[in-house]
């Protein structure tokens, strides 16, 4: 395993991959979670990654069970103390504002943050949360007032470090700008959808904000924030043939950068998935890529990339496709 630390060193020393949690619980049963945590553990991984609604859209679940399965993990192994774990607020279903999810969201007011930290720990047995994201934006509440929420959990000492999921770059610098000038604890981490294809023009607006090359140039610029990224394997769509493409992904820009990527993979002696892995971890802006596994198999794929090492004519070609 290889480590790094998080937030420019002002956060804590995590593992260079994450292992997300999402579908624990809920698509993926107990045992094959708690294989796939056990197997993560062993091989050095520090990094775990939930939220407080994950996986609320399979049907039957609320939720919770992402965060319990966690729990549960943590308690019968033991792990808490050298576990990193990382939770997210403000994306989570609230019946009263409505049926349907994504549009009844909890959102990020301060009572709403503080409230949902309480329900996570509660859930995870946990008296504290390393990392705390801010799942998603909440333009209906002032920024102020969800950044002096947040902030107010560090100071409390039941968050370390802050994040931001899901939100655009301009947000994320005002946030920044905003804790900076009140003397406040401010977002360290930013998680965003990021792999190697990019997604076609002209998308609506979504929930899931991609990481583009102007989030990647901001955090050039301040090496106190960490970007991650969640959906890096496509949920298995660069390696199998029944898992076609995403729409997003799927337009003819895609063509030339898939071919670029499996001929690297095949100088390599390595697969798609490992040279995609490799290729976020060792970029300019290095990125800590959640992984999202439904079999030990599958994770150990992934954790060999961890010592593949793309040339600089081989990382050029990926660039430039």
Known sequence: MHYRTLGGGQGPRISAVC???LPFGTTVDERTSFAILDRFAEAGGTFLDTANNYACWVPGATGDESELLLGRWLRSRGAAGRTVLATKVGARPDPARGPEWPAN???????????ALQSSLRRL??????LYYAHIEDRGVPLEETVEAL???V???VVGTLGAGNHRTWRLA????TAAGRGLPGFRAVQQRHTYLRPRRGLPPDLQVETDEELLDYAAAHPDLTPVGYGTLMGGAYSRADRPLPERYDHPGSVARLRVLAEVAAECGATVNQV?????MGGPVPVVPVLGVSSVGQLDESLAALDLRLDPVQRARLDTA
């Open 174 to 177: 005002v946030a920044r700008h």
């Open 276 to 280: 995609v892995l490799a290729w976020l």
């Open 125 to 130: 047995g946990t008296d504290r949360v390393d």
């Open 19 to 21: 292992l997300g949690a």
């Open 105 to 115: 969201a909890e959102g990020l007011g301060a009572p709403t943050v503080r409230a």
């Open 151 to 153: 902030a107010g959990l």
């Open 155 to 157: 100071q409390d000492g």
